[in-house]
């Protein structure tokens, strides 16, 4: 079992910059990669970014957020979302999932963010 515990979220202004944060803890040894996603009021949920755990640790993002939204990862294991020139059309709840070996996905209880026009 992987537990997710995201921060971060927040209410900012179109054009401000926000750093959202998950924490991974339990089997992250089993750990292939996390990604972010996030849910709009009366939409889907979707695909924000991802990055793998392997040595390229190479990354993917949506074309909703490409050029202003970067994901990192910390040595212990904490995925960040470094989202900086944010639009309206940003806010919703942002999730974090954990995909393991054994090809389960967990996922995080969500952190608001609000982006005001």
């Known amino acids: 079992q992987v537990q997710l515990v995201e921060s971060g979220g927040g209410l900012v202004q179109a054009g401000d910059s926000l750093r959202l944060s998950c924490e991974a803890s339990g089997r992250t040894f089993n750990i292939r990669g996390m990604r972010w996603f996030r849910q709009a009021p009366g939409k889907e949920r979707e695909f924000v970014a991802r990055?793998?755990?392997?040595?390229?640790?190479?990354t993917s993002y949506s074309d909703a957020v490409k050029g202003r939204f970067t994901i990192s990862r910390d040595v212990n294991n904490t995925v960040k979302l470094q989202m900086n020139n944010l639009k309206p059309e940003d806010t919703a709840v942002y999730y974090c999932?954990?995909?393991?070996?054994?090809?389960?996905?967990?996922w995080g209880q969500g952190t608001q963010v609000t982006v005001s026009s």
């Open positions: 999932a954990a995909d393991d070996q054994y090809d389960s996905r967990y």
């Open positions: 990055i793998t755990f392997a040595w390229s640790g190479s």
